[in-house]
């Protein structure tokens, strides 16, 4: 009953996998009462303990039908290893010694993967085990756990139901790297900054918009640049850090959204951050430099007050320090002014102050959105435009009115809620939703 204990053990360039997780506690706890069954310790108590971390995992992925072996592919999935790593670059190399050390660590996990809990159930005395092995969760709406990590270990735990062998795990895993690549950077298309300093870390954001360019109406030459920038990024070409500035509520944000959407197949990635956090430029890039995706770090709404400094650090990773900034890594900003930095007239070389090199002061300020290679406009719709972005929103939408109707509706809306833009007719139509 303890080769669980030593199946998990055994590990060797997997043991991320092992320590501190479910299997190794709950392999110590099977060969723990294995040795001493009259220690007095209740077996039942703890192993309940793992199971429901199990069952925890379960709905935050939203796996169902056999969680032990959705829990053993999950944790293959997210192991960043040297051995994983590489793999999600080039695959398995040919004849590697870490091929071998793998092999065994595939080996064993066949066997974890396979692990018969028939006996372990007869000597604790409990059924929780046989429970995992055909779970039926409640109907989830794809909202509400992680559906990119979801379906992808679904995907690699069909695959692993057919090995015959720890041989066949090798193959079946190398495949999936190389496809999907591992951890939270494959497994995920979006995440954000949280904390700073020491405790700063890059968390994955697990439900993200499903929004595409086509969503957004109008603006099609500046579509066309983002995406034009964003394909030569993501084929390995040059490309520039873009700025994307404009008025409130024309679809900005939405955007790069959906360039993110649209490119994730292709390995690009989005990192969202916030300018108080800044000052982690330079480690979120180390983390990142060598993974094989592309990039994107995200500011929304970026903008500065003419007291705060945090833009020498985004400057200096742009352009002008001294660590080059990695060929996999770009900007992407958003903000409603086009230069950033919040300037009054008194930063006028002309003006009257007592610095005596005010021009230099306004330069500084102003090279900040000069190192941005391109600059997107985008300007408050038309008439004719708004009139058919909410025509086009609320054929999305279902909504069945006549279009004249629907359009001096819109209007009246508009009047009293802040003009044309594309998130007043999006206001709109929530508003029409809400009454039907």
Known sequence: MDKLYKYASSLIMYNKSRTGTVLERLSDIIRGYEKNPSSG???QAQVNDEIHKILEIATTYGFTENLWTSYVSYLIATDENPFSILCEMVGAAKDASAN???????????????????????????DCFSLLLNYKSMHKDANTYNKSVSEKVKELRLELDKAKNGDDFFETVTAFYKKYG???FGLNKAFRVVG????????????TSDVT??????????KERLIENTEAFVSGKPANNCLLYGDAGTGKSTCIKAIVNQYYEK?????????????????I??????????????????SFEEFETDYKYLKAVIEGGMEVRPDNVLIYATSNRRHLIRETWSDRPDMYAEEVHRSDTMQEKLSLAARFGVNISFDKPSKMLFDQIVTELAKGAGIDMSEDELIN????????????????????????????
């Open 100 to 126: 071998e050390i793998v092999k065994k660590d595939m080996d064993n996990f066949y066997r974890i993967y396979n692990y018969d809990f028939k006996k372990a159930e007869e000597v604790i005395g409990t």
């Open 213 to 222: 360019l086509d969503h957004l109406v109008g603006y099609e030459s500046q």
């Open 41 to 43: 310790v209740n077996p």
């Open 409 to 436: 509706r819109a209007n009246v809306w508009s009047l009293r809620n802040g003009g044309y833009s594309g998130r007043t007719a999006e206001q709109f139509i929530v508003n029409l939703l809400s009454k039907i």
């Open 285 to 302: 890039i180390r983390q990142v430099k060598n993974r094989n995706y592309r990039f994107i770090i995200y500011m929304d709404d970026l």
């Open 267 to 283: 390995g690009l990635r989005l990192i969202e951050i916030y300018k108080h956090q800044f000052r982690e430029l330079s480690q």
């Open 196 to 207: 700073e300093g020491k405790d700063f870390s890059i968390e994955a954001i697990t439900h």
């Open 182 to 184: 591992v951890g939270k």
